[in-house]
């Protein structure tokens, strides 16, 4: 019997997660976003309601009364107008974090519920300038998929607030590159507590504010934010190059993925309606003990990153900039002396960046990034890493044009270039690379929040070694890919 009430409880448990899913998804049915009914009736609009003037930041709760009706709500796009954040649909329009905005609609206690869901497929193909290198022609399709809640509680002015999102792969082979990969994986999880329109305090696994915006291709996963790399192909040369993807000042952007017990810790401020501030830190190990079977090291990792947003809806200018260091966990011995040492190897990071951005709503968004990165590795001697040690530079811009309600087209470019300390006897140039990347971008919305967006992408790299027995060489990539994206 037993055994039978489990079987029973489990079957509701089930039955009921549907449920709940498609009520959160009519909790907005009372007030459709506007692009969802031009769709149905079959007309070109413009901007959707909340965008087309830079709105003032959405009214915070009057009273304590709404913390005593729990309820759950979609909580997609259309759920958070904000400041005019970019032409309806654009890559703007579209960045994740809400360009350090709070989440206005999550301002009543309850389970915010929204996801996305995208799909890949095309093709890449790189040709390598030299005889002794093969080229690579590479068929893929890549898909991600991410469920996302936000519960929340709100008091007045005040909230705590969460979130989760979680992710399924389309990667499910058990080999290591899928493994790695992960199958099924977490993105956010965080608490996050504050006052509206004031600060707030948010600890755990989360993006940091963006600065430098690449537009509608060049996306995290994808074949052109590689670009013209080696792909699995050695070079020749000692210490093997490999074409430099931009520095967007993501040292510490991206959500830490270190190992064992690394997170991050924010404090935001909003001091005007048009300034935020966000100090992020960065604390953790990535493994509590030596590998001896690898030999390799744990590591502990601290760090910090200030950002400043300065946002008037139709200008937007960023900056940040980071500073991380990684020390060894543990001490080495000194059997001689019959002592111990503290830790030597270290690898420190640290860069600046900025961009500006224009809004000519809702027909055009343009930007121009900047960011200068340096990182240098020490061993367990105190000498420097010099393959390991590295100055890389990114400039680019992106564009993007809004024909109509349903169509965007975008294109943009990003030069970078890394210069590592590593000189080879005789030489005096140290190993240098370059690359620049490209794309063009047409994207179709036939209805609701499903897109359809053709990326193409050019990018050419440069390879010069400090060995002056090898000769220089370029590599070409030619991309192109469809992509289908469902943002719920």
Same mark, same amino acid.
């Given at each position: 019997m037993?055994i039978n +009430?489990?079987?029973?409880?489990r079957l509701v448990?089930?039955a009921?997660?549907?449920?709940?899913?498609?009520?959160?998804?009519?909790?907005?049915?009372?007030?459709?976003?506007?692009?969802?009914?031009?769709? #149905?009736?079959?007309?070109?609009a413009?901007?959707?309601a909340?965008?087309?003037k830079a709105?003032?930041?959405p009214?915070?709760?009057e009273?304590?009364a709404?913390?005593?009706a729990?309820?759950?709500?979609?909580?997609?796009?259309e759920?958070?107008?904000?400041r005019?954040?970019g032409i309806?649909?654009g890559?703007?329009?579209?960045?994740?974090?809400?360009?350090?905005?709070q989440w206005?609609?999550n301002?009543?206690?309850?389970?915010g519920?929204?996801?996305?869901?995208?799909v890949?497929?095309g093709k890449? @193909?790189i040709?390598?300038?030299?005889q002794?290198l093969p080229?690579?022609?590479?068929l893929?399709?890549q898909?991600?998929?991410?469920?996302?809640?936000t519960?929340a509680y709100?008091?007045g002015?005040?909230?705590?607030q969460?979130q989760v999102e979680?992710?399924g792969? @389309?990667?499910?082979a058990?080999?290591?590159?899928?493994?790695?990969t992960?199958?099924?994986?977490t993105?956010?999880?965080?608490v996050r507590?504050g006052?509206w329109?004031?600060?707030?305090? $948010?600890v755990? +696994?989360? #993006?940091?504010? #963006?600065?430098? %915006?690449t537009?509608m291709?060049?996306?995290?996963?994808?074949?052109?934010?590689?670009?013209a790399g080696m792909?699995? *192909?050695?070079?020749f040369?000692t210490?093997?190059?490999?074409?430099p993807?931009?520095?967007?000042?993501?040292?510490? %952007?991206?959500?830490?993925?270190n190992?064992?017990?690394?997170?991050?810790a924010a404090? %935001?401020?909003?001091p005007t309606e048009?300034l935020?501030?966000?100090?992020?830190?960065?604390?953790g190990?990535d493994?509590?003990?030596?590998d001896?079977?690898t030999?390799?090291?744990?590591?502990n990792?601290?760090?910090?990153r200030?950002t400043?947003?300065?946002?008037?809806?139709?200008f937007?200018?960023r900056?940040?900039?980071?500073?991380q260091?990684?020390t060894a966990?543990t001490q080495?011995?000194?059997?001689?002396?019959?002592g111990k040492?503290?830790p030597v190897?270290?690898r420190?990071?640290k860069g600046a960046?900025?961009?500006?951005?224009? *809004?000519?709503?809702p027909v055009?968004?343009?930007?121009v990034?900047?960011?200068?990165? $340096?990182?240098?590795d020490?061993d367990?001697f105190?000498?420097?890493?010099l393959?390991?040690s590295f100055?890389?530079t990114?400039v680019?811009?992106?564009a993007? *044009?809004?024909?109509?309600?349903h169509?965007?087209?975008?294109g943009?470019a990003?030069?970078?270039?890394q210069?590592?300390t590593y000189?080879a006897t005789?030489s005096?140039?140290?190993?240098f690379t370059s690359?620049?990347?490209?794309f063009g971008?047409v994207?179709y919305r036939?209805?609701? %929040?499903?897109?359809?967006?053709?990326v193409?992408?050019?990018?050419?790299a440069?390879?010069?070694?400090?060995d002056l027995?090898?000769? #220089?060489?370029?590599?070409?990539?030619?991309?192109?890919?469809?992509?289908?994206l469902y943002?719920?």
């Open positions: 037993e +009430r489990r079987r029973y409880r448990a089930f009921t997660l549907p449920t709940l899913l498609a009520f959160g998804g009519t909790a907005n049915a009372e007030a459709p976003d506007e692009a969802d009914a031009d769709t #149905e009736a079959g007309a070109d413009a901007q959707p909340a965008q087309p709105a003032a930041t009214a915070v709760p009273t304590t709404q913390a005593s729990p309820f759950i709500e979609h909580m997609g796009p759920t958070f107008p904000g005019l954040r309806y649909g890559s703007l329009w579209l960045e994740p974090d809400f360009q350090g905005l206005p609609q301002t009543r206690t309850g389970l519920v929204s996801a996305d869901f995208w890949d497929s890449a @193909l040709e390598r300038g030299t002794q080229n690579s022609n590479l893929f399709q898909g991600r998929a991410l469920l996302r809640l519960p709100v008091s002015r005040f909230f705590a969460a979680l992710v792969n @389309l990667c499910q058990t080999t290591t590159i899928c493994l790695t992960g199958t099924f994986a993105d956010d999880l965080w507590f006052a329109n004031a600060w707030d305090v $948010k755990g +696994r989360f #993006e940091a504010w #963006e600065v430098y %915006h537009g291709g060049m996306e995290l996963y994808t074949l052109e934010r590689l670009g792909f699995g *192909v050695d070079t040369t210490p093997k190059l490999e074409a993807t931009f520095y967007g000042v993501n040292y510490l %952007h991206d959500r830490p993925s190992g064992l017990a690394v997170g991050y404090l %935001h401020l909003y048009y935020r501030f966000e100090l992020l830190g960065k604390l190990s493994n509590y003990r030596a001896n079977a030999g390799d090291t744990p590591w990792y601290w760090g910090g200030p400043l947003i300065f946002d008037v809806g139709w937007k200018f900056v940040a900039g980071e500073y260091k990684r966990t080495t011995l000194d059997p001689g002396m019959l040492k503290d190897p270290q420190v990071q960046g900025a961009s500006v951005q224009f *809004v000519i709503n055009l968004e343009f930007g990034n900047a960011a200068i990165g $340096k990182q240098v020490v367990a105190a000498r420097p890493v393959e390991n100055t890389t990114s680019g811009g992106f993007n *044009v809004r024909f109509t309600d169509w965007v087209a975008g943009g990003n030069w970078t270039t210069t590592d000189l005789g005096t140039l140290n190993d690359q620049l990347q490209s971008a994207q036939p209805l609701g %929040h499903l897109y359809i967006k053709v193409l992408g050019y990018a050419i440069d390879f010069l070694p400090s027995a090898v000769a #220089e060489w370029q590599n070409h990539m030619y991309s192109g890919r469809i992509r289908l943002i719920y």
